[in-house]
């Protein structure tokens, strides 16, 4: 979706191979099988834009060493060298990953997305992350995160987790919006999907004051610092106006051009009226006169 809206630079990191089950995401295809999905990606990505440049790491970021080098990359690998990305956009599949692009993006104050689709393949959610304005990510984790639990014992050796392209389509759909709405639209904090309830949840978390992460305390400081120092913004009193009473006799009159007689000598049938109901009979003649329809 990025690719196909024309985004300038995209840094692409991913250890993983491309395997049959990969097929329902979307752009990978059979005859790349094998290949890290980091390449199978740009070539298919290349394929349908030419113009946007591509970066491709086969890593993973958890590790000490690629963490240091992910962490520079976010840093100076925007598209003017040297310059910071714009966006980190999380689309991983564990908490490990995320903890580190949390800790990454916290340290170096760099605003991101989380992303996610649950287990059950028909629900996911996003997340918009400003380091020290919003919850981060450790601010309020997961159970399996503050619990430490082993991710790995989570799951069965040879069974994967449901997935629909629908769903991943409708979640990935949703962070490409905002990540074209941020500089000019309102871009939601936190906004969730249950395609069984058709249930669009949104909300906005503020950052936890005893967060764990030691960097996500030091944002929230400067963050606080940046608004103390930001100039107060007077309240204007609005003066509330007077009600307008107008008298209750405003001397108009509306007078018949119908005279009593001619009323009693109109031609035609008289109805039997509904007891309270009054109707007046105007000859052909007068209703000319006032323009007048005859029914």
Aim: glycine residues 6%.
């Amino acid at each position: 979706m990025l690719t196909r809206c024309g985004i300038g630079k995209l840094l692409l990191f991913d250890y993983d191979k491309v395997e049959l089950a990969n097929m329902n995401r979307l752009f990978f295809q059979p005859h790349q099988a094998g290949m890290s999905k980091v390449e199978a990606a740009e070539r298919t990505l290349r394929e349908i834009n030419p113009d946007v440049e591509f970066e491709v790491f086969n890593y993973n970021i958890t590790t000490m060493d690629n963490f240091q080098h992910f962490m520079d990359k976010i840093q100076k690998g925007g598209k003017t060298a040297g310059t910071p990305v714009d966006l980190v956009l999380s689309c991983v599949d564990n908490f490990e990953a995320r903890m580190a692009i949390n800790t990454a993006c916290n340290e170096v104050g760099q605003s991101w997305i989380e992303s996610g689709v649950s287990e059950n393949a028909v629900s996911g959610h996003i997340q918009f992350i400003v380091p020290g304005e919003t919850s981060c990510f450790a601010c309020a984790p997961p159970l399996v995160v503050a619990t430490n639990t082993d991710e790995k014992t989570l799951k069965r050796e040879g069974v994967c987790a449901a997935s629909l392209p629908t769903t991943m389509a409708v979640v990935a759909g949703f962070l490409v919006q905002n990540t074209y709405l941020l500089k000019f639209g309102q871009v939601t904090y936190y906004l969730g999907y249950n395609a069984l309830q058709d249930f669009f949840p949104s909300m906005a978390m503020k950052p936890n004051p005893q967060c764990d992460d030691l960097h996500c305390l030091k944002r929230q400081a400067e963050y606080q610092k940046r608004l103390a120092s930001m100039p107060k913004v007077e309240e204007v009193k609005v003066e509330k106006e007077e009600e307008v009473v107008h008298e209750e006799d405003w001397g108009i009159e509306l007078v018949s051009e119908t005279t009593q007689e001619e009323l009693e000598s109109s031609e035609g049938a008289k109805p039997d009226l509904v007891e309270g109901v009054t109707v007046a009979y105007t000859k052909p003649a007068a209703a000319k006169e006032v323009g007048c329809h005859l029914l």
